[in-house]
């Protein structure tokens, strides 16, 4: 916990400088560059966002959304670390269960009312109670807030959830758990505070422009759905004149092609890079074509259930397909994006995770695919016996190459039979869901900044363990992780079981790529969960 | 454009029903000729069969397979993807390095196949169904037509989208959803005829020896349809081909490896603005020419059976 | 001619019944639900949500619950993916945008089609004739999905004539680009039918005795030619309408214009049901209401016709 000081230090010294230094008007008050007269910030979004109701929200695009109209106790910088957002700080006992949040006396809502703890308890029984039916409220349960069960249940009323106001500026928070990144959970849009004044008039119109009511940075002034959304400076935010950009405007295009061409076409600051095209658009737009790592594994994962093919029940099978694909290929062929190949399921951008060295990852691919071909003979199938199974994917232009030269790769090194099916999303959830595959794709990524997101999902009880693989060992590590302070060993062992019973095939560890205007600084690329603050962009003159 | 041209139809089905008691073997022979004499629609006759014939002799040439990966050209299309006899690609190279040439060649096979399967289907129940409302007639008639009132009133595209959302994609489906979308005009078409024959003297004597409506329906009517049944599915060809591509753009149609011109179309267009024009240009150019083919066919069709118009 | 038009609102009403009724029931039978999600919600959470809605009633409860909102107060239910929108909302936002430029392409198509038909059709066999007629193929084979993007780029990216997408209320360059590319294919459709139909009229015995009689081509050309040509036109009317719905799906990805046709395949794809539903009825009811009226067209246009 010694990031706490030091965060809030930090915080300290940046809300002095703000409230020190007069903003000379056109340059930047921390770096001196000459900022732009136009502080418009456009960018696009492949789909509408759902909401931006705090304690609905479920999507990416949503959550940016919500992250700039709202503001929660605690917010992150550039690089992801803590620092103070609604609250100045926080206490917490030796147990770490009991978490007391102080709050800021100057935050106000966009229509003058003061922030409270009140709002926050409001907004997490909001969350947790079953009347909001929010499908995020499993967030509150993995916040392990006391009676959280009871009450998503209906068998307690809201006001049975351990959070309450000790007065206007101080929130008590009790677990039912030891939770030591309890604070870093406060950054999440679902904990975000509401306004219960606002959604009391409005119902479920509350967050329509001129009805909704925010404590961020910024206010929604417009939305189209389908089309546009425009969210201003808010003057009523407590660090309003820390805030550089004036307006932010997204707009939703659906067809990444056409959303590349409409940024060239210089319509949006920041725009999509559509699959394949990354090398080329680096060479034409070194300065504006982005790639960073982000916290997102791909992999593929062996159905093995009883419905799953007896096949997969070898082991030599699993191992023989995932060195027989050639990651270089898709990373570096196909996505072209920097992609990072993975032979772990924890991405090494992770917080304190070594990335473990397992043996296939050590090899060279013509060594992988010999071993491949071995273990595959060993395993009983030859050229008069092929591997017969199929892949399934969820429609995408991106799965689908990965798909079609995996077939390839594996028809090509151990002449196995692959049938491809690609399947649209939902009804590609429920067949995977209910073990009705052979093998299927997935993609992952980190709910927050720690290996345990991941590794969990291999655990026996994980409702997101499509594959059903069970390990008694993994069950009892993971376990065991959740109250030690340093976990780094046992999330070690656990790569090193799965690089040995190989219940899924890593195939690569995601980046953010993207194009934005080289005008356009502050993107907080080392942030790897990729929360996105508009308040910290700006744009320079150029 | 398949209703587009369903008035024509019905003046040549008039033309047809007229003629036929009275020279029903030389009108026949006078289409021949006709369409013979049309320069256009034998020229497209012979195109079309040059594509399908290359569809199926294609494969012999290629160097490589539709599915196959030229792992050194993947990832570098613009560059090293060109149209080019040295590397085997005649028609260049997709994003992934496969063969553009053999992709059209497969593509060609299923759309065609989707067309011609596609119209057979609506052909076949537009026809009979058709047939055995005119032929029954009376309150049958009434509610088999307003049965077809309903489902024109169906927007069917929209539904065509939601069984392949349910049932899943499959080629199968999508013969059924399309077959669905097309008949209800045909039988129309078919039940005004049938309405004309039935009346005639043939049919008459057949009844009156006895013979069962059945095989009235299917040895005495249907054939005498036939005219008018090719002339429109050809119309409809073109138009099941269009209906596919649109599927195959919102990413329902065939499965990976597998593809049809809409797919590549789709694929080729989303890179048009990357330098791999060729992606764009062949199936493109293989599907407009048939497109064109069909399209003066069926006019020379229509013309050569419908001497009124010349 | 009353008597027709109350028969055939008779018919629309178990019309609209089947197909909600085949929509509610195939919407239903797909898999998956408007809330699963890759990370799959916990059973209690799922119990909720559904108990909100009415999804853990019987369908045909939730049917009726359904036509009942829809009967009593115009309600079309709340949207399960957009959590703070209802349907009648969606399509009140969605569906003047796509009848806006659904019009104008329609009056471009009708426009221009009807011209360049006449057109080829007077000067038949010339080489005004062959251009048109291999315009109206060419803008009829060419899937409207490769046009879109060709003329972003053209229009957008080397001209910077117009915006590359956006509605902005409707404005004119905003406008330009959907109606071309969605009205070409029809336009193509009605020259070629406006072509064949005049070429039939001018062969009439009735055109040849006008003929004879010396009276002037124009008189000829307006008052006995033009009006009978269109007839098929008419009736092609209908289908256009539908197709230019359906094509609205293809502009509203490609130029970001939030009509209701890209609603309709997102709701499909989220299992958003009572979206989905919403424009399958809209649509249905629109083709109905459409058919009747290029009926009721054609009657006032073909003296011969009567109901």
């Not at chain 1, 917010?75 to 917490?92: E, F, R, S």
């Not at chain 1, 916040?143 to 006001?159: D, R």
């Not at chain 1, 997204?250 to 409409?262: A, G, K, P, Q, S």
């Not at chain 2, 006895?210 to 060809?237: C, E, F």
Request: with cysteine; proline share 5%; net charge negative.
């Amino acid at each position: 916990m010694n990031y706490l000081p030091k965060s809030l230090a930090m915080g300290f010294v940046l809300a002095t400088f703000a409230a020190s230094s007069v903003l000379a008007a056109g340059t930047h008050p921390v770096t001196g560059e000459a900022l732009a007269d136009d502080q418009t910030f456009t960018y696009s979004l492949l789909d509408e966002f759902t909401t931006a109701d705090p304690q609905m929200v479920e999507d990416v695009s949503g959550s940016y959304f919500v992250r700039d109209l709202f503001e929660g106790l605690m917010n992150q910088d550039a690089d992801g670390n803590l620092i103070p957002g609604v609250a100045t700080g926080y206490t917490t006992n030796e147990a770490k269960d009991v978490y007391t949040f102080t709050l800021r006396d100057n935050a106000r809502w966009s229509d003058g009312n003061q922030v409270t703890a009140h709002d926050f308890v409001y907004a997490w029984r909001r969350l947790a109670d079953p009347a909001t039916a929010s499908p995020y409220s499993w967030f509150a349960d993995i916040m392990a807030l006391e009676n959280v069960g009871a009450v998503m249940s209906g068998e307690s009323p809201p006001e049975a959830l351990g959070v309450r106001a000790l007065d206007n500026h101080t929130l008590e928070v009790r677990l039912t758990a030891s939770l030591p990144y309890f604070a870093a959970m406060t950054t999440h849009a679902s904990t975000f505070p509401s306004p219960q004044w606002t959604v009391r008039t409005f119902g479920d119109a509350w967050t329509k422009p001129g009805n909704i009511v925010g404590n961020g940075a910024y206010v929604l002034t417009e939305h189209i759905p389908n089309e546009t959304a425009t969210r201003e400076r808010n003057t009523m935010y407590w660090n309003n004149d820390a805030t550089i950009i004036d307006k932010v405007v997204t707009l939703v295009i659906n067809d990444e092609n056409t959303d590349f061409t409409r940024w060239e076409a210089g319509e949006t600051d920041k725009g999509a890079v559509p699959s394949g095209q990354y090398p080329r658009l680096k060479a034409e737009y070194p300065d504006e074509a982005i790639s960073f790592p982000r916290l997102c594994t791909y992999y593929m994962t062996f159905n093995l259930s009883p419905s799953g093919p007896e096949a997969f029940k070898d082991v030599r099978v699993r191992q023989a397909l995932s060195y027989a694909l050639d990651r270089s290929v898709i990373t570096d062929k196909i996505l072209q994006g920097g992609q990072i190949q993975a032979f772990t399921f924890t991405p090494g951008a992770t917080a304190g995770f070594e990335v473990p060295e397992v043996a296939f990852g050590q090899m060279s691919q013509d060594q992988r695919n010999t071993n491949a071909k071995l273990l595959m003979s060993a395993a009983g199938y030859g050229p008069d016996n092929p591997l017969k199974f199929e892949y399934i994917y969820n429609t995408s232009e991106g799965h689908k190459k990965i798909a079609i030269a995996s077939q390839q790769m594996w028809k090509e090194t151990l002449g196995a039979e692959v049938t491809l099916a690609n399947q649209e999303w939902k009804t590609f959830l429920q067949t995977r869901g209910g073990q009705n595959f052979d093998v299927a794709r997935g993609g992952w990524c980190g709910d927050y900044n720690e290996a345990s997101t991941f590794l969990d999902l291999m655990t026996t009880p994980s409702g997101y363990n499509d594959g059903k693989f069970s390990n008694a060992e993994v069950d009892e590590l993971m376990l065991s992780a959740r109250t030690m302070s340093d976990a780094t060993s046992n999330y070690t062992r656990v790569e090193e079981i799965m690089a040995n019973e190989m219940p899924i095939i890593p195939v690569y560890h995601y980046t953010g790529v993207f194009m934005l205007r080289k005008n356009v600084k502050g993107w907080p690329f080392n942030n790897v969960e990729q929360n996105v603050y508009s308040r910290d962009l700006y744009k320079v003159a150029d | 454009m398949i209703v587009a041209n369903k008035n024509k139809i019905i003046s040549m089905a008039k033309n047809l029903s007229e003629d036929k008691t009275t020279s029903g073997r030389s009108l026949w022979a006078d289409a021949r000729t006709r369409f013979i004499r049309n320069k256009a629609a034998i020229t497209s006759l012979f195109i079309l069969a040059l594509i399908v014939l290359f569809s199926f002799v294609g494969p012999y040439f290629a160097v490589w397979t539709y599915e196959q990966i030229d792992w050194n050209t993947m990832g570098s299309a613009a560059t090293l993807g060109m149209p080019s006899i040295e590397t085997g690609h005649y028609f260049g190279t997709d994003d992934l390095g496969r063969d553009i040439y053999s992709r059209v060649i497969q593509g060609t096979q299923i759309s065609l196949m989707v067309g011609v399967v596609g119209a057979t289907i609506a052909v076949v129940v537009g026809t009979l169904y058709g047939a055995t409302s005119g032929y029954i007639g009376g309150r049958t008639d009434q509610i088999m037509m307003r049965i077809v009132d309903i489902l024109m009133a169906i927007p069917f595209m929209f539904v065509l989208i939601l069984l392949l959302v349910v049932f899943g994609r499959s080629i199968v489906m999508l013969f059924v959803g399309i077959g669905l979308l097309s008949w209800l005009d045909m039988s129309r078409i078919v039940r005004g005829q049938t309405l004309n024959l039935k009346n005639k003297e043939f049919i008459e004597a057949a009844k009156a020896t006895g013979v069962s409506d059945y095989k009235i329906i299917m040895r005495h009517i249907v054939p005498n349809l036939l005219g008018i049944v090719a002339v429109y599915a050809t119309l409809l060809v073109p138009g099941i081909i269009i209906a596919e591509s649109f599927i195959s753009f919102l990413g329902l149609g065939v499965q990976e490896p597998k593809t049809s011109w809409g797919a590549l179309i789709s694929e080729g267009a989303g890179t048009i603005n990357y330098d791999t024009e060729w992606q764009l240009l062949f199936p493109l150019a293989f599907f407009i020419v048939t497109l064109f083919c069909i399209y003066f066919i069926g006019d020379g069709l229509r013309d050569a059976l419908d001497p009124k118009e010349r | 001619m009353l008597n027709y038009i109350i028969k055939r609102i008779g018919i629309a009403i178990p019309t609209l019944l089947i197909l909600i009724a085949v929509t509610f029931y195939l919407m239903h039978a797909a898999p998956g639900g408007p809330f699963t999600s890759e990370k799959p919600l916990p059973p209690q959470v799922l119990a909720n949500i559904e108990a909100k809605y009415g999804l853990d009633q019987p369908i045909w409860r939730q049917m009726t619950t359904y036509l009942w909102g829809i009967l009593t107060e115009f309600d079309f239910g709340p949207s399960y993916k957009y959590h703070s929108r209802t349907v009648n909302e969606i399509i009140g936002q969605g569906f003047p945008i796509t009848l806006k430029y659904g019009f104008w392409s329609f009056v471009v198509a009708i426009g221009v089609g009807i011209s360049l038909g006449a057109i080829a059709a007077i000067r038949k066999n010339t080489w005004v004739d062959y251009f048109a007629v291999g315009i109206s193929i060419g803008a009829q084979v060419l899937p409207n999905f490769v046009m879109a993007p060709l003329l972003i780029i053209v229009f957008t990216l080397w001209l910077g004539w117009l915006p590359g997408g956006g509605w902005h209320g409707g404005d004119w360059e905003y406008l330009v680009m959907p109606v071309i590319a969605l009205s070409t294919s029809y336009m193509a459709s009605i020259a070629r039918i406006t072509r064949s139909s005049m070429l039939e009229v001018l062969n009439a015995n009735y055109i040849r005795t006008a003929r004879a009689k010396g009276l002037p081509t124009k008189t000829i050309f307006f008052r006995h030619v033009f009006k009978p040509s269109l007839l098929p036109v008419i009736s092609y009317l209908g289908p256009a309408f539908v197709g230019l719905i359906t094509g609205s799906v293809l502009i509203d990805i490609f130029f970001s214009t939030g009509g209701m046709g890209y609603f309709f395949v997102n709701a499909a794809f989220n299992r958003d049901y009572a979206v989905m539903m919403g424009i399958t009825i809209l649509v249905g009811a629109l083709t109905i209401l459409f058919s009747l009226i290029v009926d009721l067209l054609y009657a006032w246009i073909d003296p011969k016709i009567r109901y």
